[in-house]
């Protein structure tokens, strides 16, 4: 099954996708998530991509691209996968066609999912995560219960840099502009099924797990 999960920041879709990887055996690439890993790292990649991370601001596509395309190279991301955070853009979009296609793969289903702004920008800035193991929290809907300490491992939790309010204004308008365009895109390629976010995790993932079931009809 090779999935694209759409959805403006904050609408769950990292969660989603941690939980659909289990049962279907696939494997997750989150661009964020390896972008943050090269930034920790220090790597020449890394420090490219921080500033513009650091402010919201989208990483130029050639760099996704080219972190995207040399994971879809290995043999391991053969059985399946689900993007998470990419595209974000529709040369994005383009290159992942071009990509699958030298492979003679394709796309399975984009989920669109979505959440009203109030509660997106609730969901960010209270947002906190553990600089050690990456476990996540939030301050009010899943608080640690060590307080401002890491459950599992004792660090003190942090706010991401871009969870910040002026970055999350710079996220929303960034995600209005360039990545809200694909819905329609994947639209008329007939790969879209919608998802409302703001539901429970555990009612989100049930609706999920009905949507890939059922034929696509859009
Ligand atoms: P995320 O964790 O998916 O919200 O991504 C965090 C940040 O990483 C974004 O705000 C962007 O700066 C950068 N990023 C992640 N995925 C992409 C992408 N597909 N294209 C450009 N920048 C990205």
């Known amino acids: 099954m090779r999935l694209v999960f759409l959805g403006a920041p904050g609408v769950g879709k990292g969660t989603q996708a941690?939980?659909?990887?289990?049962?279907?055996?696939?494997h997750k690439i989150s661009t964020g998530d390896l972008l943050r890993e090269a930034v920790r790292n220090k790597t020449h990649l890394g420090l490219e991509a921080k500033e513009h991370m650091d402010q919201g601001r989208l990483v130029p596509d050639a760099v996704v691209i080219g972190l995207v395309q040399e994971k879809l190279a290995d043999p391991s991301y053969a059985n399946?996968?689900?993007?998470?955070?990419?595209?974000?853009?529709?040369?994005?979009?383009?290159?992942?066609?071009?990509?699958?296609?030298?492979?003679?793969?394709?796309?399975?289903?984009v989920i669109n999912f979505s959440v009203s702004r109030e509660d997106i920008v609730k969901r960010?800035?209270?947002?906190?995560?553990?600089?050690?193991?990456?476990?996540?929290?939030?301050?009010?809907?899943?608080?640690?219960?060590?307080?401002?300490?890491?459950?599992?491992?004792?660090?003190?939790?942090?706010?991401?840099?871009?969870?910040?309010?002026?970055?999350?204004?710079t996220r929303l308008?960034?995600?209005?502009?360039?990545?809200?365009?694909?819905?329609?895109?994947?639209?008329?390629?007939?790969?879209l099924s919608h998802l409302n976010g703001a539901e429970a995790v555990?009612?989100?993932?049930?609706?999920?797990?009905?949507?890939?079931?059922?034929?696509?009809?859009?």
Do not use: W
Not at 126 to 150: D, I, M, W
């Open 18 to 26: 941690d939980k659909a990887v289990v049962q279907y055996h696939i």
């Open 80 to 109: 399946g996968f689900i993007l998470d955070g990419f595209p974000r853009t529709v040369p994005q979009a383009e290159a992942l066609a071009k990509v699958l296609a030298e492979r003679s793969l394709h796309l399975d289903r």
């Open 124 to 169: 960010l800035s209270g947002r906190r995560s553990c600089p050690k193991c990456q476990a996540t929290y939030h301050v009010e809907f899943a608080p640690s219960k060590n307080g401002n300490l890491c459950e599992r491992c004792g660090e003190a939790l942090v706010q991401r840099s871009d969870d910040q309010r002026e970055a999350i204004e």
């Open 202 to 218: 555990e009612t989100v993932y049930h609706n999920l797990v009905k949507a890939l079931a059922a034929p696509q009809t859009a």
């Open 173 to 191: 308008r960034v995600y209005d502009e360039q990545t809200a365009p694909l819905i329609n895109f994947y639209e008329k390629q007939r790969l």
